[in-house]
């Protein structure tokens, strides 16, 4: 496939996706590969991501099962194009598909019509008038709460699930209060989190959730991840097993 001369081609965990993105424009984080780590996938059959950017965690959900459908809604018709692109250079045009929309409007258009048994999303998570915004626009509404909201997309995930499905997201732990009053606006209940530190001496950097619409008495705290051995960035074994298994080399059936 054509690159243009502002992209490049990337492969992610053992190479099996390969993904194009901008140079310097917006590129996915980590935050993607530990959320699409945590999701399960098992008895799912149609997957909606929240925010797609290139289609990242989408690609690496369809390639662990074969059976998995999905679509991807993107804000940005700049890398709505993109993941449209991504689809294609890894044949998974015929199993999912981008919409160009914002989640409000897509939201309107499809309640009632399409349900998902998994909803996903890496949403904005800086708050509007805190720390500097990004000169590149497709970063900073990526990265600040200037055209969706964790909030938002909890919302319209309520409108858009199966009664039985779940609700991935990964957000800062500094605004895990924050995250616990939109669970509750969108009246969802907390199934299992996830702490993550970049040291096992620093405290938790990000929290991975899972929510459903179903009453949940208890939530399970799960094992924390670990992402470097010391302060100096070595990675953890846990770390390299994690980006290492998140496509498997024999694909999942």
């Keep these: 496939m054509q690159l243009n001369e502002d992209e490049t081609l990337d492969g992610i ?24 780590s945590f999701v399960t996938v098992d008895g799912r059959v149609r997957v909606l991501d929240i925010g797609t ?7 690496i959900l369809l390639s662990r099962k074969a059976t998995l459908a999905g679509v991807g809604v993107e804000i940005q018709p700049q890398l ?20 160009n929309q914002d989640i409000g409007t897509f939201t309107e258009r499809v309640a009632g019509k399409e349900c998902f048994d998994l909803i ?15 000169q590149s626009e497709e970063k900073a509404i990526a990265r600040h709460e200037q055209r969706g909201s964790l ?5 319209a995930s309520r409108s858009l699930i199966n009664p039985r499905g779940e609700i991935y997201f990964i957000y800062p732990a500094s605004r895990f209060n924050d995250v616990l009053g939109a669970i509750k606006q969108a009246g969802m209940y907390s199934k299992a989190m996830v702490f993550v530190h970049s040291h ?12 459903s619409q179903a ?12 992402l470097y051995a010391d302060a100096k960035g070595r990675e953890t074994e846990q770390m390299r097993e994690l980006v290492n298994s998140i496509v498997p080399a024999s694909g999942d059936e």
């Design 13 to 36: 965990g053992s190479g099996a996706i390969r993904i194009i993105q901008k140079k310097n424009g917006y590129r996915f984080s980590l935050d993607a590969i530990l959320l699409a």
């Design 53 to 59: 950017g290139s289609g990242v965690i989408l690609l």
């Design 80 to 99: 709505a194009e993109m993941a449209s692109r991504n689809l294609v250079l890894n044949n998974m045009q015929e199993r999912a598909y981008i919409v």
């Design 120 to 134: 996903c999303f890496n949403p904005p998570y800086r708050l509007l008038g805190s720390g500097k915004i990004n």
């Design 151 to 155: 909030s938002a997309f909890l919302l």
């Design 200 to 211: 096992q001496n620093s405290v938790a950097e990000l929290v991975l959730w899972k929510v």
């Design 215 to 226: 009453t949940q008495k208890r939530a399970q705290i799960l094992p924390p991840i670990f």
